[in-house]
Structures are given as structure tokens and as C-alpha cells.
Nanobody, 119 residues
């Protein structure tokens, strides 16, 4: 069974940085597209970033372009989200997710990690 475990969340001041990690427990997740999503209180879950298995294809939400960087280390079965220039509106629970390349939806999700950005 695929398991995703996020870590690295916390409280940071506006303008600061955090790096989230998503560790997986099964090697086959390496063939999957990995994504980061977030959900703020009272709002729907939204897409943040995604990276293909090779790392050659990356997508970002417009709201984080130029500030966040997604990367992966397949040897460590880990995906990262480097978040710089954080804003209070980035406050949310951040989730890691996985899907097969041609799937239309993500089928594996982590439990989430809280990111709080103070003004």
C-alpha cells in the first residue's frame, strides 16, 4: 500500500521560507506524478504544484509561480516543496498526492502538514 507522509510545516513570518517534504514508503511511487495541494480554512483544496517522475515536466499554480519550487529525489522516494517569500495567504494545510501519469485524478494522499504564515 502506498503511503505518503508530509513534514516540514510550521509557523513562519511573512517573507520567510519553509521546505516541505513528502516521504513515500513504496518504490512504485517513483513512476507516479507527484503533486502538492493545499486547503485553507473555509476554502476548497487547491492545486499548488506537480512534477513528473523524471522531473522533466513541472506545473505550478499562478499564485505560487516564482516563489515555490517542487523537486523530487527518486532514490530517496521523497518529493519536496521549497516555499520562499511566504505570504499570509499561503496559510493552509499542505497535502502531498500521487497519481499515475495518465490518470485524471490523484489516488493517493498524505495526511497533510500545517503551514501558518504570520503577517
Amino acid at each position: 500500500q502506498v503511503q505518503l507522509v508530509e513534514s516540514g510545516g510550521g509557523l513562519v513570518q511573512a517573507g520567510g521560507s519553509l521546505r516541505l517534504s513528502c516521504a513515500t514508503s513504496e518504490r512504485t511511487v517513483n513512476r507516479r506524478v507527484m503533486g502538492w495541494f493545499r486547503q485553507a480554512p473555509g476554502k476548497e483544496r487547491e492545486f499548488v504544484a506537480a512534477i513528473s517522475w523524471s522531473g522533466g515536466t513541472i506545473h505550478y499554480a499562478d499564485s505560487v509561480k516564482g516563489r515555490f519550487t517542487i523537486s523530487r529525489d527518486n532514490a530517496k522516494n521523497t518529493v519536496y516543496l521549497q516555499m520562499n517569500s511566504l505570504k499570509p495567504e499561503d496559510t493552509a494545510v499542505y497535502y502531498c498526492a500521487a497519481r499515475f501519469p495518465y490518470a485524471t485524478s490523484y489516488d493517493y494522499w498524505g495526511q497533510g502538514t500545517q503551514v501558518t504564515v504570520s503577517s
